[in-house]
């Protein structure tokens, strides 16, 4: 696919956006501000490895600046329920794995809310089914297609985005580790927008390597897309 962001350093060059996602330990979150990511990710859903618990600590929210953007992750969880645990901790993004229809991302959205809204892709997926979505979201994550809602740890086959024609901007997600600078430096999309990344650099659930995410941060941003 064709872009208008080459990687040469020219006047059309993009940083990639970053977001860390699966995050709860206090002292992990303070090491990782350091990298300055662009986003957060805190997992509300109870399934997960990296659930934050039914009384997560304060200190993984209030720690965080207005720099970086709080994402919270949902899985076909009630509006209600949403909007008070984002304007709880201050979240200011709503990031959605489940089956939530147009209508309830527009509701989120028109509560002045950010709004993701995640897509499980594999070699069959229909990219028109996200029409409707283009305009009570803000941005679309691509992952994984796995048995689970949620990041499976593993990478799909970024050439099927090349069926991806829609105008909203993506976060690209699913199994992006250290070694991927050289691969997301060739992959080329209009609309790519910023990584999505988690698994692929932890030590434990929910605890980040912090020389890895920094390294990784820090290459990403001196490469342009």
């Given at each position: 696919?064709?872009?208008?962001?080459?990687?040469n350093k020219?006047?059309?060059?993009?940083?990639?956006?970053?977001k860390v996602?699966?995050?709860r330990d206090?002292?992990n979150?303070?090491e990782?501000l350091?990298t300055?990511?662009?986003?957060?990710?805190?997992?509300f859903?109870?399934?997960?490895?990296?659930?934050?618990g039914?009384?997560p600590?304060?200190?993984?929210?209030s720690?965080?600046?207005?720099?970086?953007?709080?994402?919270?992750?949902f899985v076909?969880?009630?509006?209600e329920?949403?909007?008070?645990?984002?304007?709880?901790f201050?979240?200011?993004?709503?990031?959605?794995?489940?089956?939530?229809?147009?209508?309830y991302?527009?509701?989120?959205k028109?509560?002045g809310?950010?709004?993701?809204?995640?897509?499980?892709?594999?070699?069959?997926?229909d990219?028109?089914?996200?029409?409707?979505?283009?305009?009570?979201v803000?941005?679309f994550?691509?992952d994984?297609?796995g048995?689970?809602p949620?990041?499976?740890g593993?990478?799909?086959n970024w050439?099927?985005?090349?069926?991806?024609?829609?105008?909203?901007?993506?976060?690209?997600?699913?199994?992006i580790g250290p070694?991927?600078?050289?691969?997301?430096a060739?992959?080329?999309?209009?609309?790519?927008y910023?990584l999505?990344i988690?698994?692929?650099f932890?030590?434990?659930?929910?605890?980040?390597?912090?020389?890895?995410?920094?390294e990784?941060?820090?290459?990403?941003?001196?490469?342009a897309?």
């Open positions: 696919m064709t872009s208008s962001h080459p990687i020219t006047a059309n060059m993009k940083i990639l956006k970053i996602c699966g995050m206090p002292e979150i303070r990782l350091k300055s990511p662009d986003y957060l990710g805190y997992i859903y109870p399934k997960s490895k990296r659930f934050v039914t009384n600590n304060p200190k993984i929210f720690l965080v600046s207005q720099s970086t953007q709080k994402v919270g992750v076909n969880e009630g509006l329920t949403v909007r008070n645990i984002c304007s709880k201050r979240i200011e993004v709503a990031q959605l794995h489940g089956d939530e229809s147009p209508g991302c527009q509701s989120l028109d509560s809310l950010h709004v993701f809204k995640a897509f499980s892709v594999d070699e069959q997926f990219f028109s089914r996200l029409e409707n979505y283009t305009k009570a803000d941005y994550l691509f994984t297609k048995k689970l949620g990041g499976t593993l990478k799909f050439e099927v985005l090349r069926n991806y024609t829609l105008p909203t901007p993506f976060f690209l997600s699913g199994g070694d991927d600078v050289d691969a997301l060739r992959f080329k999309h209009s609309q790519l910023a999505d988690n698994s692929g932890e030590i434990n659930p929910a605890e980040k390597d912090i020389e890895k995410v920094t990784f941060i820090s290459q990403i941003r001196k490469s897309i």
